[in-house]
């Protein structure tokens, strides 16, 4: 059995005077929320799914190590210190099909910034659900959260998230042999939210 060490929040430094605990959040079609014991049976299908592994860089796990993983997910709930990580799941008519997740890298207000993932089911692929999801992600973040900038550290092999990331308003900022970094700034965003709602305006 390994022991996993954590130093107390009080080691640290610096938090958040008012720290974000895990929202529910709702959007057209799907429910962002806190993971929980329940979510096991979906979770399993998840791990399973050859795509979501390969796209991650996750191993193959058994079960057991597979119930485990779940179980630290659902004990990221908070964000309020540097390093501090955010995972929800994203529920579509009762089943988890996916996550979204924040990782606080920054603190400091007028250069806070946040690392944003996503998962999902490739099953679930095809219908809006993975970009509905990081959407409502980005709003926590920019707007709760005050993050000024938003970044997103894909594997170079995984099209199908960087097509994402770019639909999402995220530039590429640079790449390594394995990896490219996207980012997103609270201007850009902004900017690319007003478009939107003024696109709907003026539509028939």
Do not use: K
Not at 26 to 32: A, E, S, Y
Not at 104 to 120: D, N, P
Not at 134 to 142: K, R, Y
Request: hydrophobic share 45%; net charge neutral; with cysteine.
């Amino acid at each position: 059995m390994t022991l996993t060490l954590h130093r107390p929040r009080l080691l640290r430094g610096p938090a958040l005077e008012d720290p974000v605990v895990a929202p529910v959040l709702g959007t057209d079609r799907l429910l962002l929320r806190p993971y929980g014991a329940s979510d096991a049976v979906d979770w399993l299908a998840i791990e399973a799914d050859d795509r979501v592994r390969a796209g991650l860089g996750w191993p193959q796990r058994t079960d057991r190590q597979a119930l485990d993983h779940l179980r630290a997910r659902r004990h990221h709930t908070v964000l309020s210190q540097v390093g501090d990580f955010l995972a929800l799941a994203v529920e579509l008519d009762g089943h988890v099909i996916g996550d979204v997740s924040l990782h606080l890298r920054t603190l400091a207000e007028e250069t806070r910034s946040v690392e944003i993932g996503w998962l999902q089911r490739s099953d679930r692929c095809g219908h809006g659900y993975a970009t509905e999801a990081a959407d409502a992600a980005l709003d926590l973040a920019f707007g709760r959260l005050g993050a000024v900038l938003v970044t997103a550290v894909i594997d170079r092999a995984n099209a199908p998230s960087a097509r994402l990331a770019r639909r999402l308003g995220f530039r590429l900022a640079g790449t390594t042999a394995a990896r490219a970094t996207w980012v997103l700034a609270r201007e850009e965003r902004a900017a690319s939210t007003n478009a939107d709602i003024a696109g709907r305006a003026s539509a028939p």
